[in-house]
């Protein structure tokens, strides 16, 4: 009696021509929890300082989106405190507004805050003015001022701050790019090369966002771990690097959550790389100062 016969296994399907067969970056996949306990447990060196981050970009590139994942990697669920718009056609935030983030028990927070502006838009009656954002750099602007895109914030406003100490002044400046070709054409280039020049006479350290990786590149789409492996990410990176001056080693790629009601550990692993660069950038400005 004859037994039946195994079948062979059906043949693996073809590579992507969209991916890479290697990771052109070392992905930090696995290190999740390691990186989330370095992040709990960080003290500045400096006391009495908290870093403060703050965020820059086109309008619709995603910095609130970016604050509220940072939120919910941090709280280990999802958080949207900071208002998104899914219409996007001019900013949804209109005022300076500083973002810290719980940590344990009530009254205990993470010692770093996110600022939140305006987006930019090339119409120079629209959007926040690079005035004003060098302004908040320096940290002359107070939380819950309002943004005038026809006017700077004045001395004699009740929200400018004549003598700013170290805690006012911003540590880290996070440049946000959306994944789109036409998100980066769309930006007011000389804009974002203007507030970066700015940012390099004061001295702040920078780093890049890259948001919508999953929706600018279908093979992140399907697979987060993909986001190395991209052909199209990798040529975007040499973009922004061609166009705004920021070294590839500075330019985080990132999914933010928009309609997930749970976190994903690989999601989170590539929010937290991009964190604790900010941590560590920010540390050393204060610490130089």
């Not at 930090?28 to 403060?52: A, C, H, M, S």
């Not at 981050?53 to 940072?70: D, R």
């Not at 302004?135 to 006017?151: E, T």
């Amino acid at each position: 009696m004859g037994g039946s016969e195994s079948k062979p296994p059906p043949p693996s399907p073809p590579p992507s021509p969209k991916l890479l067969p290697q990771e052109w970056r070392k992905g930090p996949w696995g290190n999740k929890e390691r990186e989330l306990q370095i992040v709990k447990d960080y003290q500045p060196f400096t006391e009495d300082v908290q870093l403060r981050f703050m965020l820059y970009g086109a309008v619709g590139a995603g910095k609130s989106s970016f604050i509220n994942s940072v939120e919910s990697v941090l709280r280990g669920e999802i958080c949207n405190r900071a208002g998104v718009d899914a219409m996007v056609r001019e900013s949804y935030t209109t005022s300076y507004k500083a973002y810290k983030i719980q940590k344990g028990g009530p009254r205990t927070y993470y010692p770093f805050v996110f600022n939140d502006i305006m987006g930019l838009e090339k119409d120079t009656s629209k959007g926040v003015r690079v005035e004003d954002i060098k302004l908040a750099m320096r940290g002359h602007m107070q939380d819950g001022y309002k943004f005038n895109p026809i006017s700077t914030l004045s001395e004699d406003n009740q929200h400018y701050k004549r003598d700013p100490s170290l805690n006012d002044r911003v540590h880290v400046l996070v440049c946000v790019i959306p994944g789109s070709i036409a998100g980066l054409e769309d930006d007011s280039v000389k804009k974002l090369r203007e507030v970066r020049l700015a940012a390099r006479d004061m001295g702040i350290p920078e780093i890049a966002i890259l948001t919508k990786i999953d929706e600018t590149c279908p093979e992140v789409g399907k697979d987060i771990m993909n986001v190395y492996k991209s052909k199209y990410l990798k040529k975007k990176i040499e973009e922004v690097c061609g166009t705004l001056g920021f070294p590839p080693s500075s330019i985080f790629p990132v999914k933010n959550y928009h309609s997930e009601i749970d976190t994903n550990d690989d999601v989170d692993t590539l929010i937290l790389s991009a964190l604790r660069r900010m941590i560590k950038s920010g540390e050393d400005f204060v610490n130089d100062l």
